[in-house]
């Protein structure tokens, strides 16, 4: 089988998704890419995966390079920082 990994935020288009590429024959895994956003329950982000067939689901904290990759960078050439 093959398998892909799915950027799931556990809204109704990526559960949707999750399916169709689980009908296509895929085996998904699926992660949730935390950038800071505020008012989401992580885990139940997960179960919701795991609910829906997902192989395995997993929180990628990327929040420490969003800031020093992008936002504070951009900062300096507008000279903000």
């Known amino acids: 089988m093959t398998s892909c990994v799915l950027a799931y935020s556990g809204g109704l288009d990526t559960s949707v998704i999750l399916g169709w590429l689980q009908d296509e024959g895929y085996e998904v895994h699926c992660a949730y890419v935390d950038l800071g956003q505020p008012c989401e329950d992580r885990e139940a982000i997960l179960k919701k995966a ?32």
């Open 50 to 81: 795991h609910d829906c067939g997902a192989k395995s689901a997993r929180i990628v904290d990327a929040r420490e390079e969003l800031c020093r990759d992008f936002a504070f960078p951009r900062a300096a050439v507008a000279g903000e920082v």
